[in-house]
């Protein structure tokens, strides 16, 4: 699993590439809690080279839309695989989340 | 078809079961979607188990078992770890709010979201879960 975060304007734009399981979801939060909540600021999670997600990967993006618009910003999925889309309607986040 | 794969109860072997599903999915010729919830399925309860049934104890193992039976694809996973019944939780609800959905409780939903039917025994000192899926 790859993350790579780069600044846009006002935009924190964080591309993941590969699986967010449960062994590799502790790298993630690392890498995305300094940028998380900077006041203001919005996100956009690329999920278009995301390949698959666990409940680990599904509690970190529930934080993040906890968090994101606690500081002020908005949050919003892009490019959404349909096999990780099925699990956000699974469990009901699809309604939760931007969905882009 | 039956496979047997024992793992160690380390996080990192999850990678040993995603490798194990996957053998399993090609030898059966699953469409990959599906291939994917047995994936997300396996490693919900597999990863339970790594990280609670053994609490402070090292080299222990846990056993999953796959076998297919007429239509149905029936996993049998093993621990010898404390007692714990996976199946109870996973009362969802998935109507509401960010702000209301607790962080926990995905994992035993999925499962069943996932699974046709799940099972959960205790045997002398074994937890015994079984998932079964219906292949189309």
């Known amino acids: ?100 | 078809m039956k496979r047997v794969l024992i793992i160690k109860n380390e996080i990192t072997e999850i990678s040993t079961l995603v490798a194990f599903i996957e053998s399993i999915g090609e030898e059966l010729g699953l469409p990959p979607a599906l291939i994917m919830s047995l994936n997300l399925a396996l490693e919900e309860a597999v990863s339970n188990i790594i990280l609670y049934a053994y609490p402070k104890e090292f080299d222990k193992d846990i056993s999953i078992e796959a076998v297919k039976e007429n239509n149905a694809l029936i996993f049998t996973i093993t621990d010898t770890g404390v007692e714990f019944d996976p199946t109870k939780g996973g009362d969802v609800d998935i109507t509401l709010t960010v702000e209301d959905r607790p962080i926990g409780g995905l994992g035993i939903f999925l499962i069943k979201k996932i699974m046709n039917e799940v099972e959960y025994k205790r045997v002398d000192d074994m937890n015994v879960f079984t998932l079964k899926k219906l292949l189309e």
């Open chain 1, 1 to 100: 699993m790859e993350v790579s975060i780069n600044k846009d304007g006002n935009k924190t734009l964080v591309k993941i590439v590969g699986r967010l399981d449960t062994i590799n979801v502790a790298d993630f939060e690392k890498e995305i809690t300094p940028v998380m909540t900077e006041p203001g600021r919005d996100m956009e999670l690329d999920c278009s080279q995301l390949d698959y997600i666990s409940s680990s990967g599904l509690r970190v993006f529930l934080m993040l839309q906890k968090r994101v618009p606690g500081a002020g910003g908005k949050l919003v999925l892009s490019n959404m695989k349909s096999e990780i889309r099925e699990v956000f309607d699974m469990t009901g986040f699809s309604s939760i989340f931007t969905i882009e």
